[in-house]
């Protein structure tokens, strides 16, 4: 068990904070945006950057705010959870080494409650609890930095943005009611007067998101104030933005969520334990991954009846790998043999490389970016075949997060417990509107 000492919270003071991105929080009014236009261009995005352009400005960040060596300041938080070092806002951390983030533990009693959820989870026995396990991240137990003058209270969890090349990220709150039992009636009605567009129509609203654009080859971040203004229509807008869909909805990513959100779904529509209220679910992937997929779909064969040739990455490797005729001809053509190189000891030679060794050197062909590609490719083919295998190559996640307004049935209810109907409200409508997305794959 945890023996964390948690300090009393500072006086509020009114006063002028940056955010934990390190940008002054505006409190100008944004003008009303066109009709016809985007509704996620309508807002001003918290970042947007290109994707290559994107470097780690951490070690600035850690200097400034004295960050103690080892961690830095968690690029891809999306929303909530933040502490204040004089009139620094700072969000979570990551730790450099072990592939951990924390967060900060918050008030006394939301960070009592969230850490007594983690640990009897650790050692439950009670088989109508043990599935939630699969549904959450690492708990890794809990942690007290001095960061500047202060010490503070962080709950370390497995970072699972770590070892993803262009993390997609979406913080998607579950449930029509968003305040807990012991809330007071002011923020109660703080709460009440939040999202109302989308948690009153659709049971879950979105603080915020990030997305590596493929179209565009940009980074995108959207805040809370773009989550204000969803709807039960636009919110619709909001999930194909996370998932690329201008570029193609790729049907692999669609199911590696919905299989974690159905799984999610069947266990809350029967534990009558907990009442989660103001918890999420965070969505994950790898817009790289993504990307690759989407490439090799473009170029998938077709048969002469137009229909799509369906094959395992393996025959693919393998037909790649095939002589081909009228490739070496053309390959003799150039002054090359074909007879040669086997007499040479050399392995088969792909029909691509075939047809790039008769090229000349023009200004017509790019060969930079057609070389980028064939290793592209290449990884991803490897990936296909080993990733089956190697839990390193995950590119998707789903998890529940988020666990200091979370109640025990036996604590606020005197009668029979019951499901979490908030919950489940919020889930049931999440995973009709991906199942809606999937109906759309090509």
Not at 89 to 105: N, Q, R, Y
Not at 214 to 231: P, Q
Not at 371 to 380: A, E, G, I, P
Request: charged share 25%.
């Amino acid at each position: 068990m945890s023996h964390l000492k948690l300090p009393p919270l500072p006086p509020y003071q009114k006063q002028q904070r940056k955010s934990y991105a390190g940008f002054v929080r505006s409190t100008s009014v944004q003008s009303t945006p066109s009709p016809t236009s985007n509704f996620a261009t309508s807002f001003q995005l918290i970042v947007t950057a290109p994707t290559s352009s994107l470097t780690n400005t951490n070690t600035k960040m850690s200097n400034d705010q004295k960050i103690p060596v080892g961690f830095v300041t968690m690029d891809h938080q999306v929303a909530g959870h933040t502490f204040h070092v004089g009139t620094e806002e700072i969000g979570m951390l990551k730790s450099v080494d072990d592939g951990s983030v924390l967060k900060p533990a918050g008030s006394p009693m939301c960070a009592a409650r969230e850490i007594k959820f983690y640990e009897q989870l650790l050692t439950t026995t009670d088989k109508d609890i043990l599935p939630l396990r699969d549904f959450i991240a690492e708990y890794r137990g809990t942690q007290t930095l001095a960061v500047g003058s202060k010490a503070v209270n962080f709950i370390k969890l497995r970072d699972l943005t770590h070892g993803i090349s262009e993390p997609c990220v979406i913080d998607i709150k579950m449930g029509r009611r968003t305040w807990d039992p012991l809330a007071t009636e002011q923020k109660r009605e703080a709460e009440e007067n939040k999202y109302v567009g989308c948690k009153n129509t659709v049971g879950f609203c979105i603080p915020g998101l990030q997305t590596h654009h493929i179209a565009s080859g940009t980074y995108k971040k959207f805040g809370k104030e773009y989550g204000k203004k969803l709807n039960q229509n636009t919110v619709k807008e909001a999930l194909r933005l996370f998932l690329n869909a201008d570029s193609g909805l790729c049907r692999q990513l669609i199911m590696q969520i919905l299989t974690n959100l159905w799984a999610i779904q069947k266990w809350i529509r029967t534990q009558k334990v907990y009442q989660f209220y103001s918890s999420s679910i965070l969505i994950i992937y790898d817009a790289r991954k993504l990307r690759q997929i989407l490439e090799a779909k473009v170029r998938t064969p077709t048969t002469p009846d137009g229909e799509i040739r369906s094959e395992s990455p393996l025959n693919s490797l393998q037909n790649q790998l095939k002589p081909n005729r009228s490739s070496s001809n053309s390959l003799r053509g150039s002054g090359e043999s074909l007879n040669t190189l086997e007499a040479s000891g050399s392995p088969t030679v792909p029909k691509t490389v075939y047809r790039k060794i008769q090229r000349s050197h023009s200004s017509m062909n790019n060969y930079e970016q057609e070389m980028q590609k064939m290793k592209d490719n290449y990884t991803l083919m490897l990936d296909n075949l080993v990733g089956v295998y190697d839990s390193n190559k995950e590119w998707v996640h789903v998890k529940m997060i988020d666990f200091a307004h979370t109640f025990n049935n036996n604590e606020i209810s005197d009668g029979q417990p019951t499901v979490d109907k908030n919950y489940l409200d919020g889930i049931e409508h999440l995973v009709e509107m991906f199942e809606e997305l999937l109906k759309q794959c090509d």
